[in-house]
């Protein structure tokens, strides 16, 4: 294998060179820096001391916790021998510290951190590892779905979940059956495909973690690049995983582009899109704590820090409106984002953009009142 080294935030890691990322014997995709950045983040703010990349490739992602957040014990696991003796090589030029085999598939550095190199698969080692990791990160190839009941039993009860899907087609509905059979919901198609896939993920780990008493609160939940991203605190309880299951309900929309919500365990209206999670996608402190870490932390990603200003500034109420897709349906002319976002202001609404689309806005108006806020311009 040839190599060749990319620097990224506090590591240099050596990737394999080839034509396409998708060709290469160990995956490493340069776009997902502003994923690992904002997991950076995200960690430095929740300080776990036991952090597992499950999925870990190259190793960068481990690697970055290791270096750059407070995490005192970071596991890097992948189940190709490649990759696992490319972790071992990354690990070894970002540490310093020599270190040991223990048995034939794990290698443990015990440096200021203790980093320990895995090559095994994920479930063997969450199974293994029971109620052990106070930081878990799935990052698979496509749904994170066959790694979850595994994840929720290895992290532990007040821990936090990392998900990553890169399944956008089948949550956004392209692959209608794959969502039904993977996520047990029914997608939406159209422009808001992308909100309702990221609630079925989420929605989906909270039915997951509701079986083991577990509730699941939502610290950020994203879209971005083909990708979906959650950060989910657990709580422990029968109480607690009730009132996140509460929070699962049904999306209805009318050619119009006019749509509802409501929560409830089964769907009282035919066709219905769910179920979804309708809960919030962030909790405000958390991401200006993650803001203000920005200031210190070597980000790799140049647009990272906008992303975050953009997710900071987001109004967090159930789906968005897309101003194009309602001009389109409903025959209008439409003018700047930026002046409908007034026009609803001006009338006494909250009105923001959001990272889902640039051309859509957060509301809490309703339908006829966006609808003439287009109008008027
Ligand atoms: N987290 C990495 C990053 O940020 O660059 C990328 C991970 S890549 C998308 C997914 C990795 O999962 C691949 O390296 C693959 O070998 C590994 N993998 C697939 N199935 C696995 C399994 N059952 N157990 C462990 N690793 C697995």
């Known amino acids: 294998m040839e190599f060749v080294e990319v620097r990224e935030g506090s590591a240099r890691i050596l990737v394999p060179k080839a034509e396409r990322i998708y060709d290469a014997p160990v995956f490493y995709n340069p776009v997902m820096a502003l994923n690992r950045d904002v997991s950076v983040l995200a960690v430095s703010v929740i300080k776990p001391e036991r952090v597992l990349d499950a999925l870990s490739a190259t190793g960068i992602r481990g690697i970055r916790y290791a270096l750059e957040t407070p995490a005192g014990e970071v596991w890097l696991n992948d189940i190709s021998e490649d990759a696992f003796r490319l972790i071992l090589k990354n690990a070894r030029r970002n540490l310093g510290v020599e270190g040991e085999m223990l048995g034939e598939r794990r290698f443990v550095f015990r440096g200021e951190k203790t980093v320990v190199a895995n090559h095994d698969d994920a479930n063997r080692l969450m199974a293994e590892k029971f109620r052990y990791f106070d930081f878990l990160d799935l990052d698979p190839f496509g749904s994170p779905v066959e790694f979850l009941d595994t994840a929720l039993r290895s992290v532990k009860r007040r821990g936090v979940l990392a998900v990553t899907a ?109 179920p979804l999670w309708l809960g919030p996608l962030k909790e405000q402190e958390f991401v200006e704590e993650m803001l203000t870490l920005t200031k210190e932390k070597a980000l790799a990603h140049k647009k990272t820090l906008s992303f975050l200003e953009t997710l900071a500034e987001e109004l967090d109420l159930p789906f968005h409106y897309d101003t194009h897709a309602l001009a389109r349906r409903n025959g209008l002319q439409v003018g700047k984002l930026a002046d409908v976002i007034d026009a609803l202001r001006e009338t006494g609404y909250r009105a923001t953009r959001t990272h889902f689309s640039p051309t859509a806005i957060k509301t809490d108006a309703p339908f006829d009142a966006v609808i003439e806020a287009i109008k008027s311009l």
């Open 166 to 274: 890169t399944d956008t087609g089948v949550l956004c509905g392209a692959y209608r059956q794959a969502c039904r059979r993977k996520y047990l919901a029914e997608p939406i198609r159209g422009e808001l495909c992308h909100e309702a896939g990221l609630r079925i993920l989420i929605g989906t780990v909270v039915r997951y973690a509701a079986k083991y008493d577990l509730g699941v609160e939502v610290l950020l939940a994203y879209y971005r690049d083909h990708y979906f991203r959650a950060f989910l605190r657990l709580r422990s309880g029968a109480k607690k995983a009730d009132r996140s299951v509460s929070m699962l309900g049904y999306l209805m929309q009318e050619a119009s582009g006019r749509f509802e919500y409501e929560t409830g365990f089964l769907p009282e209206r035919v066709p219905s899109h769910g």
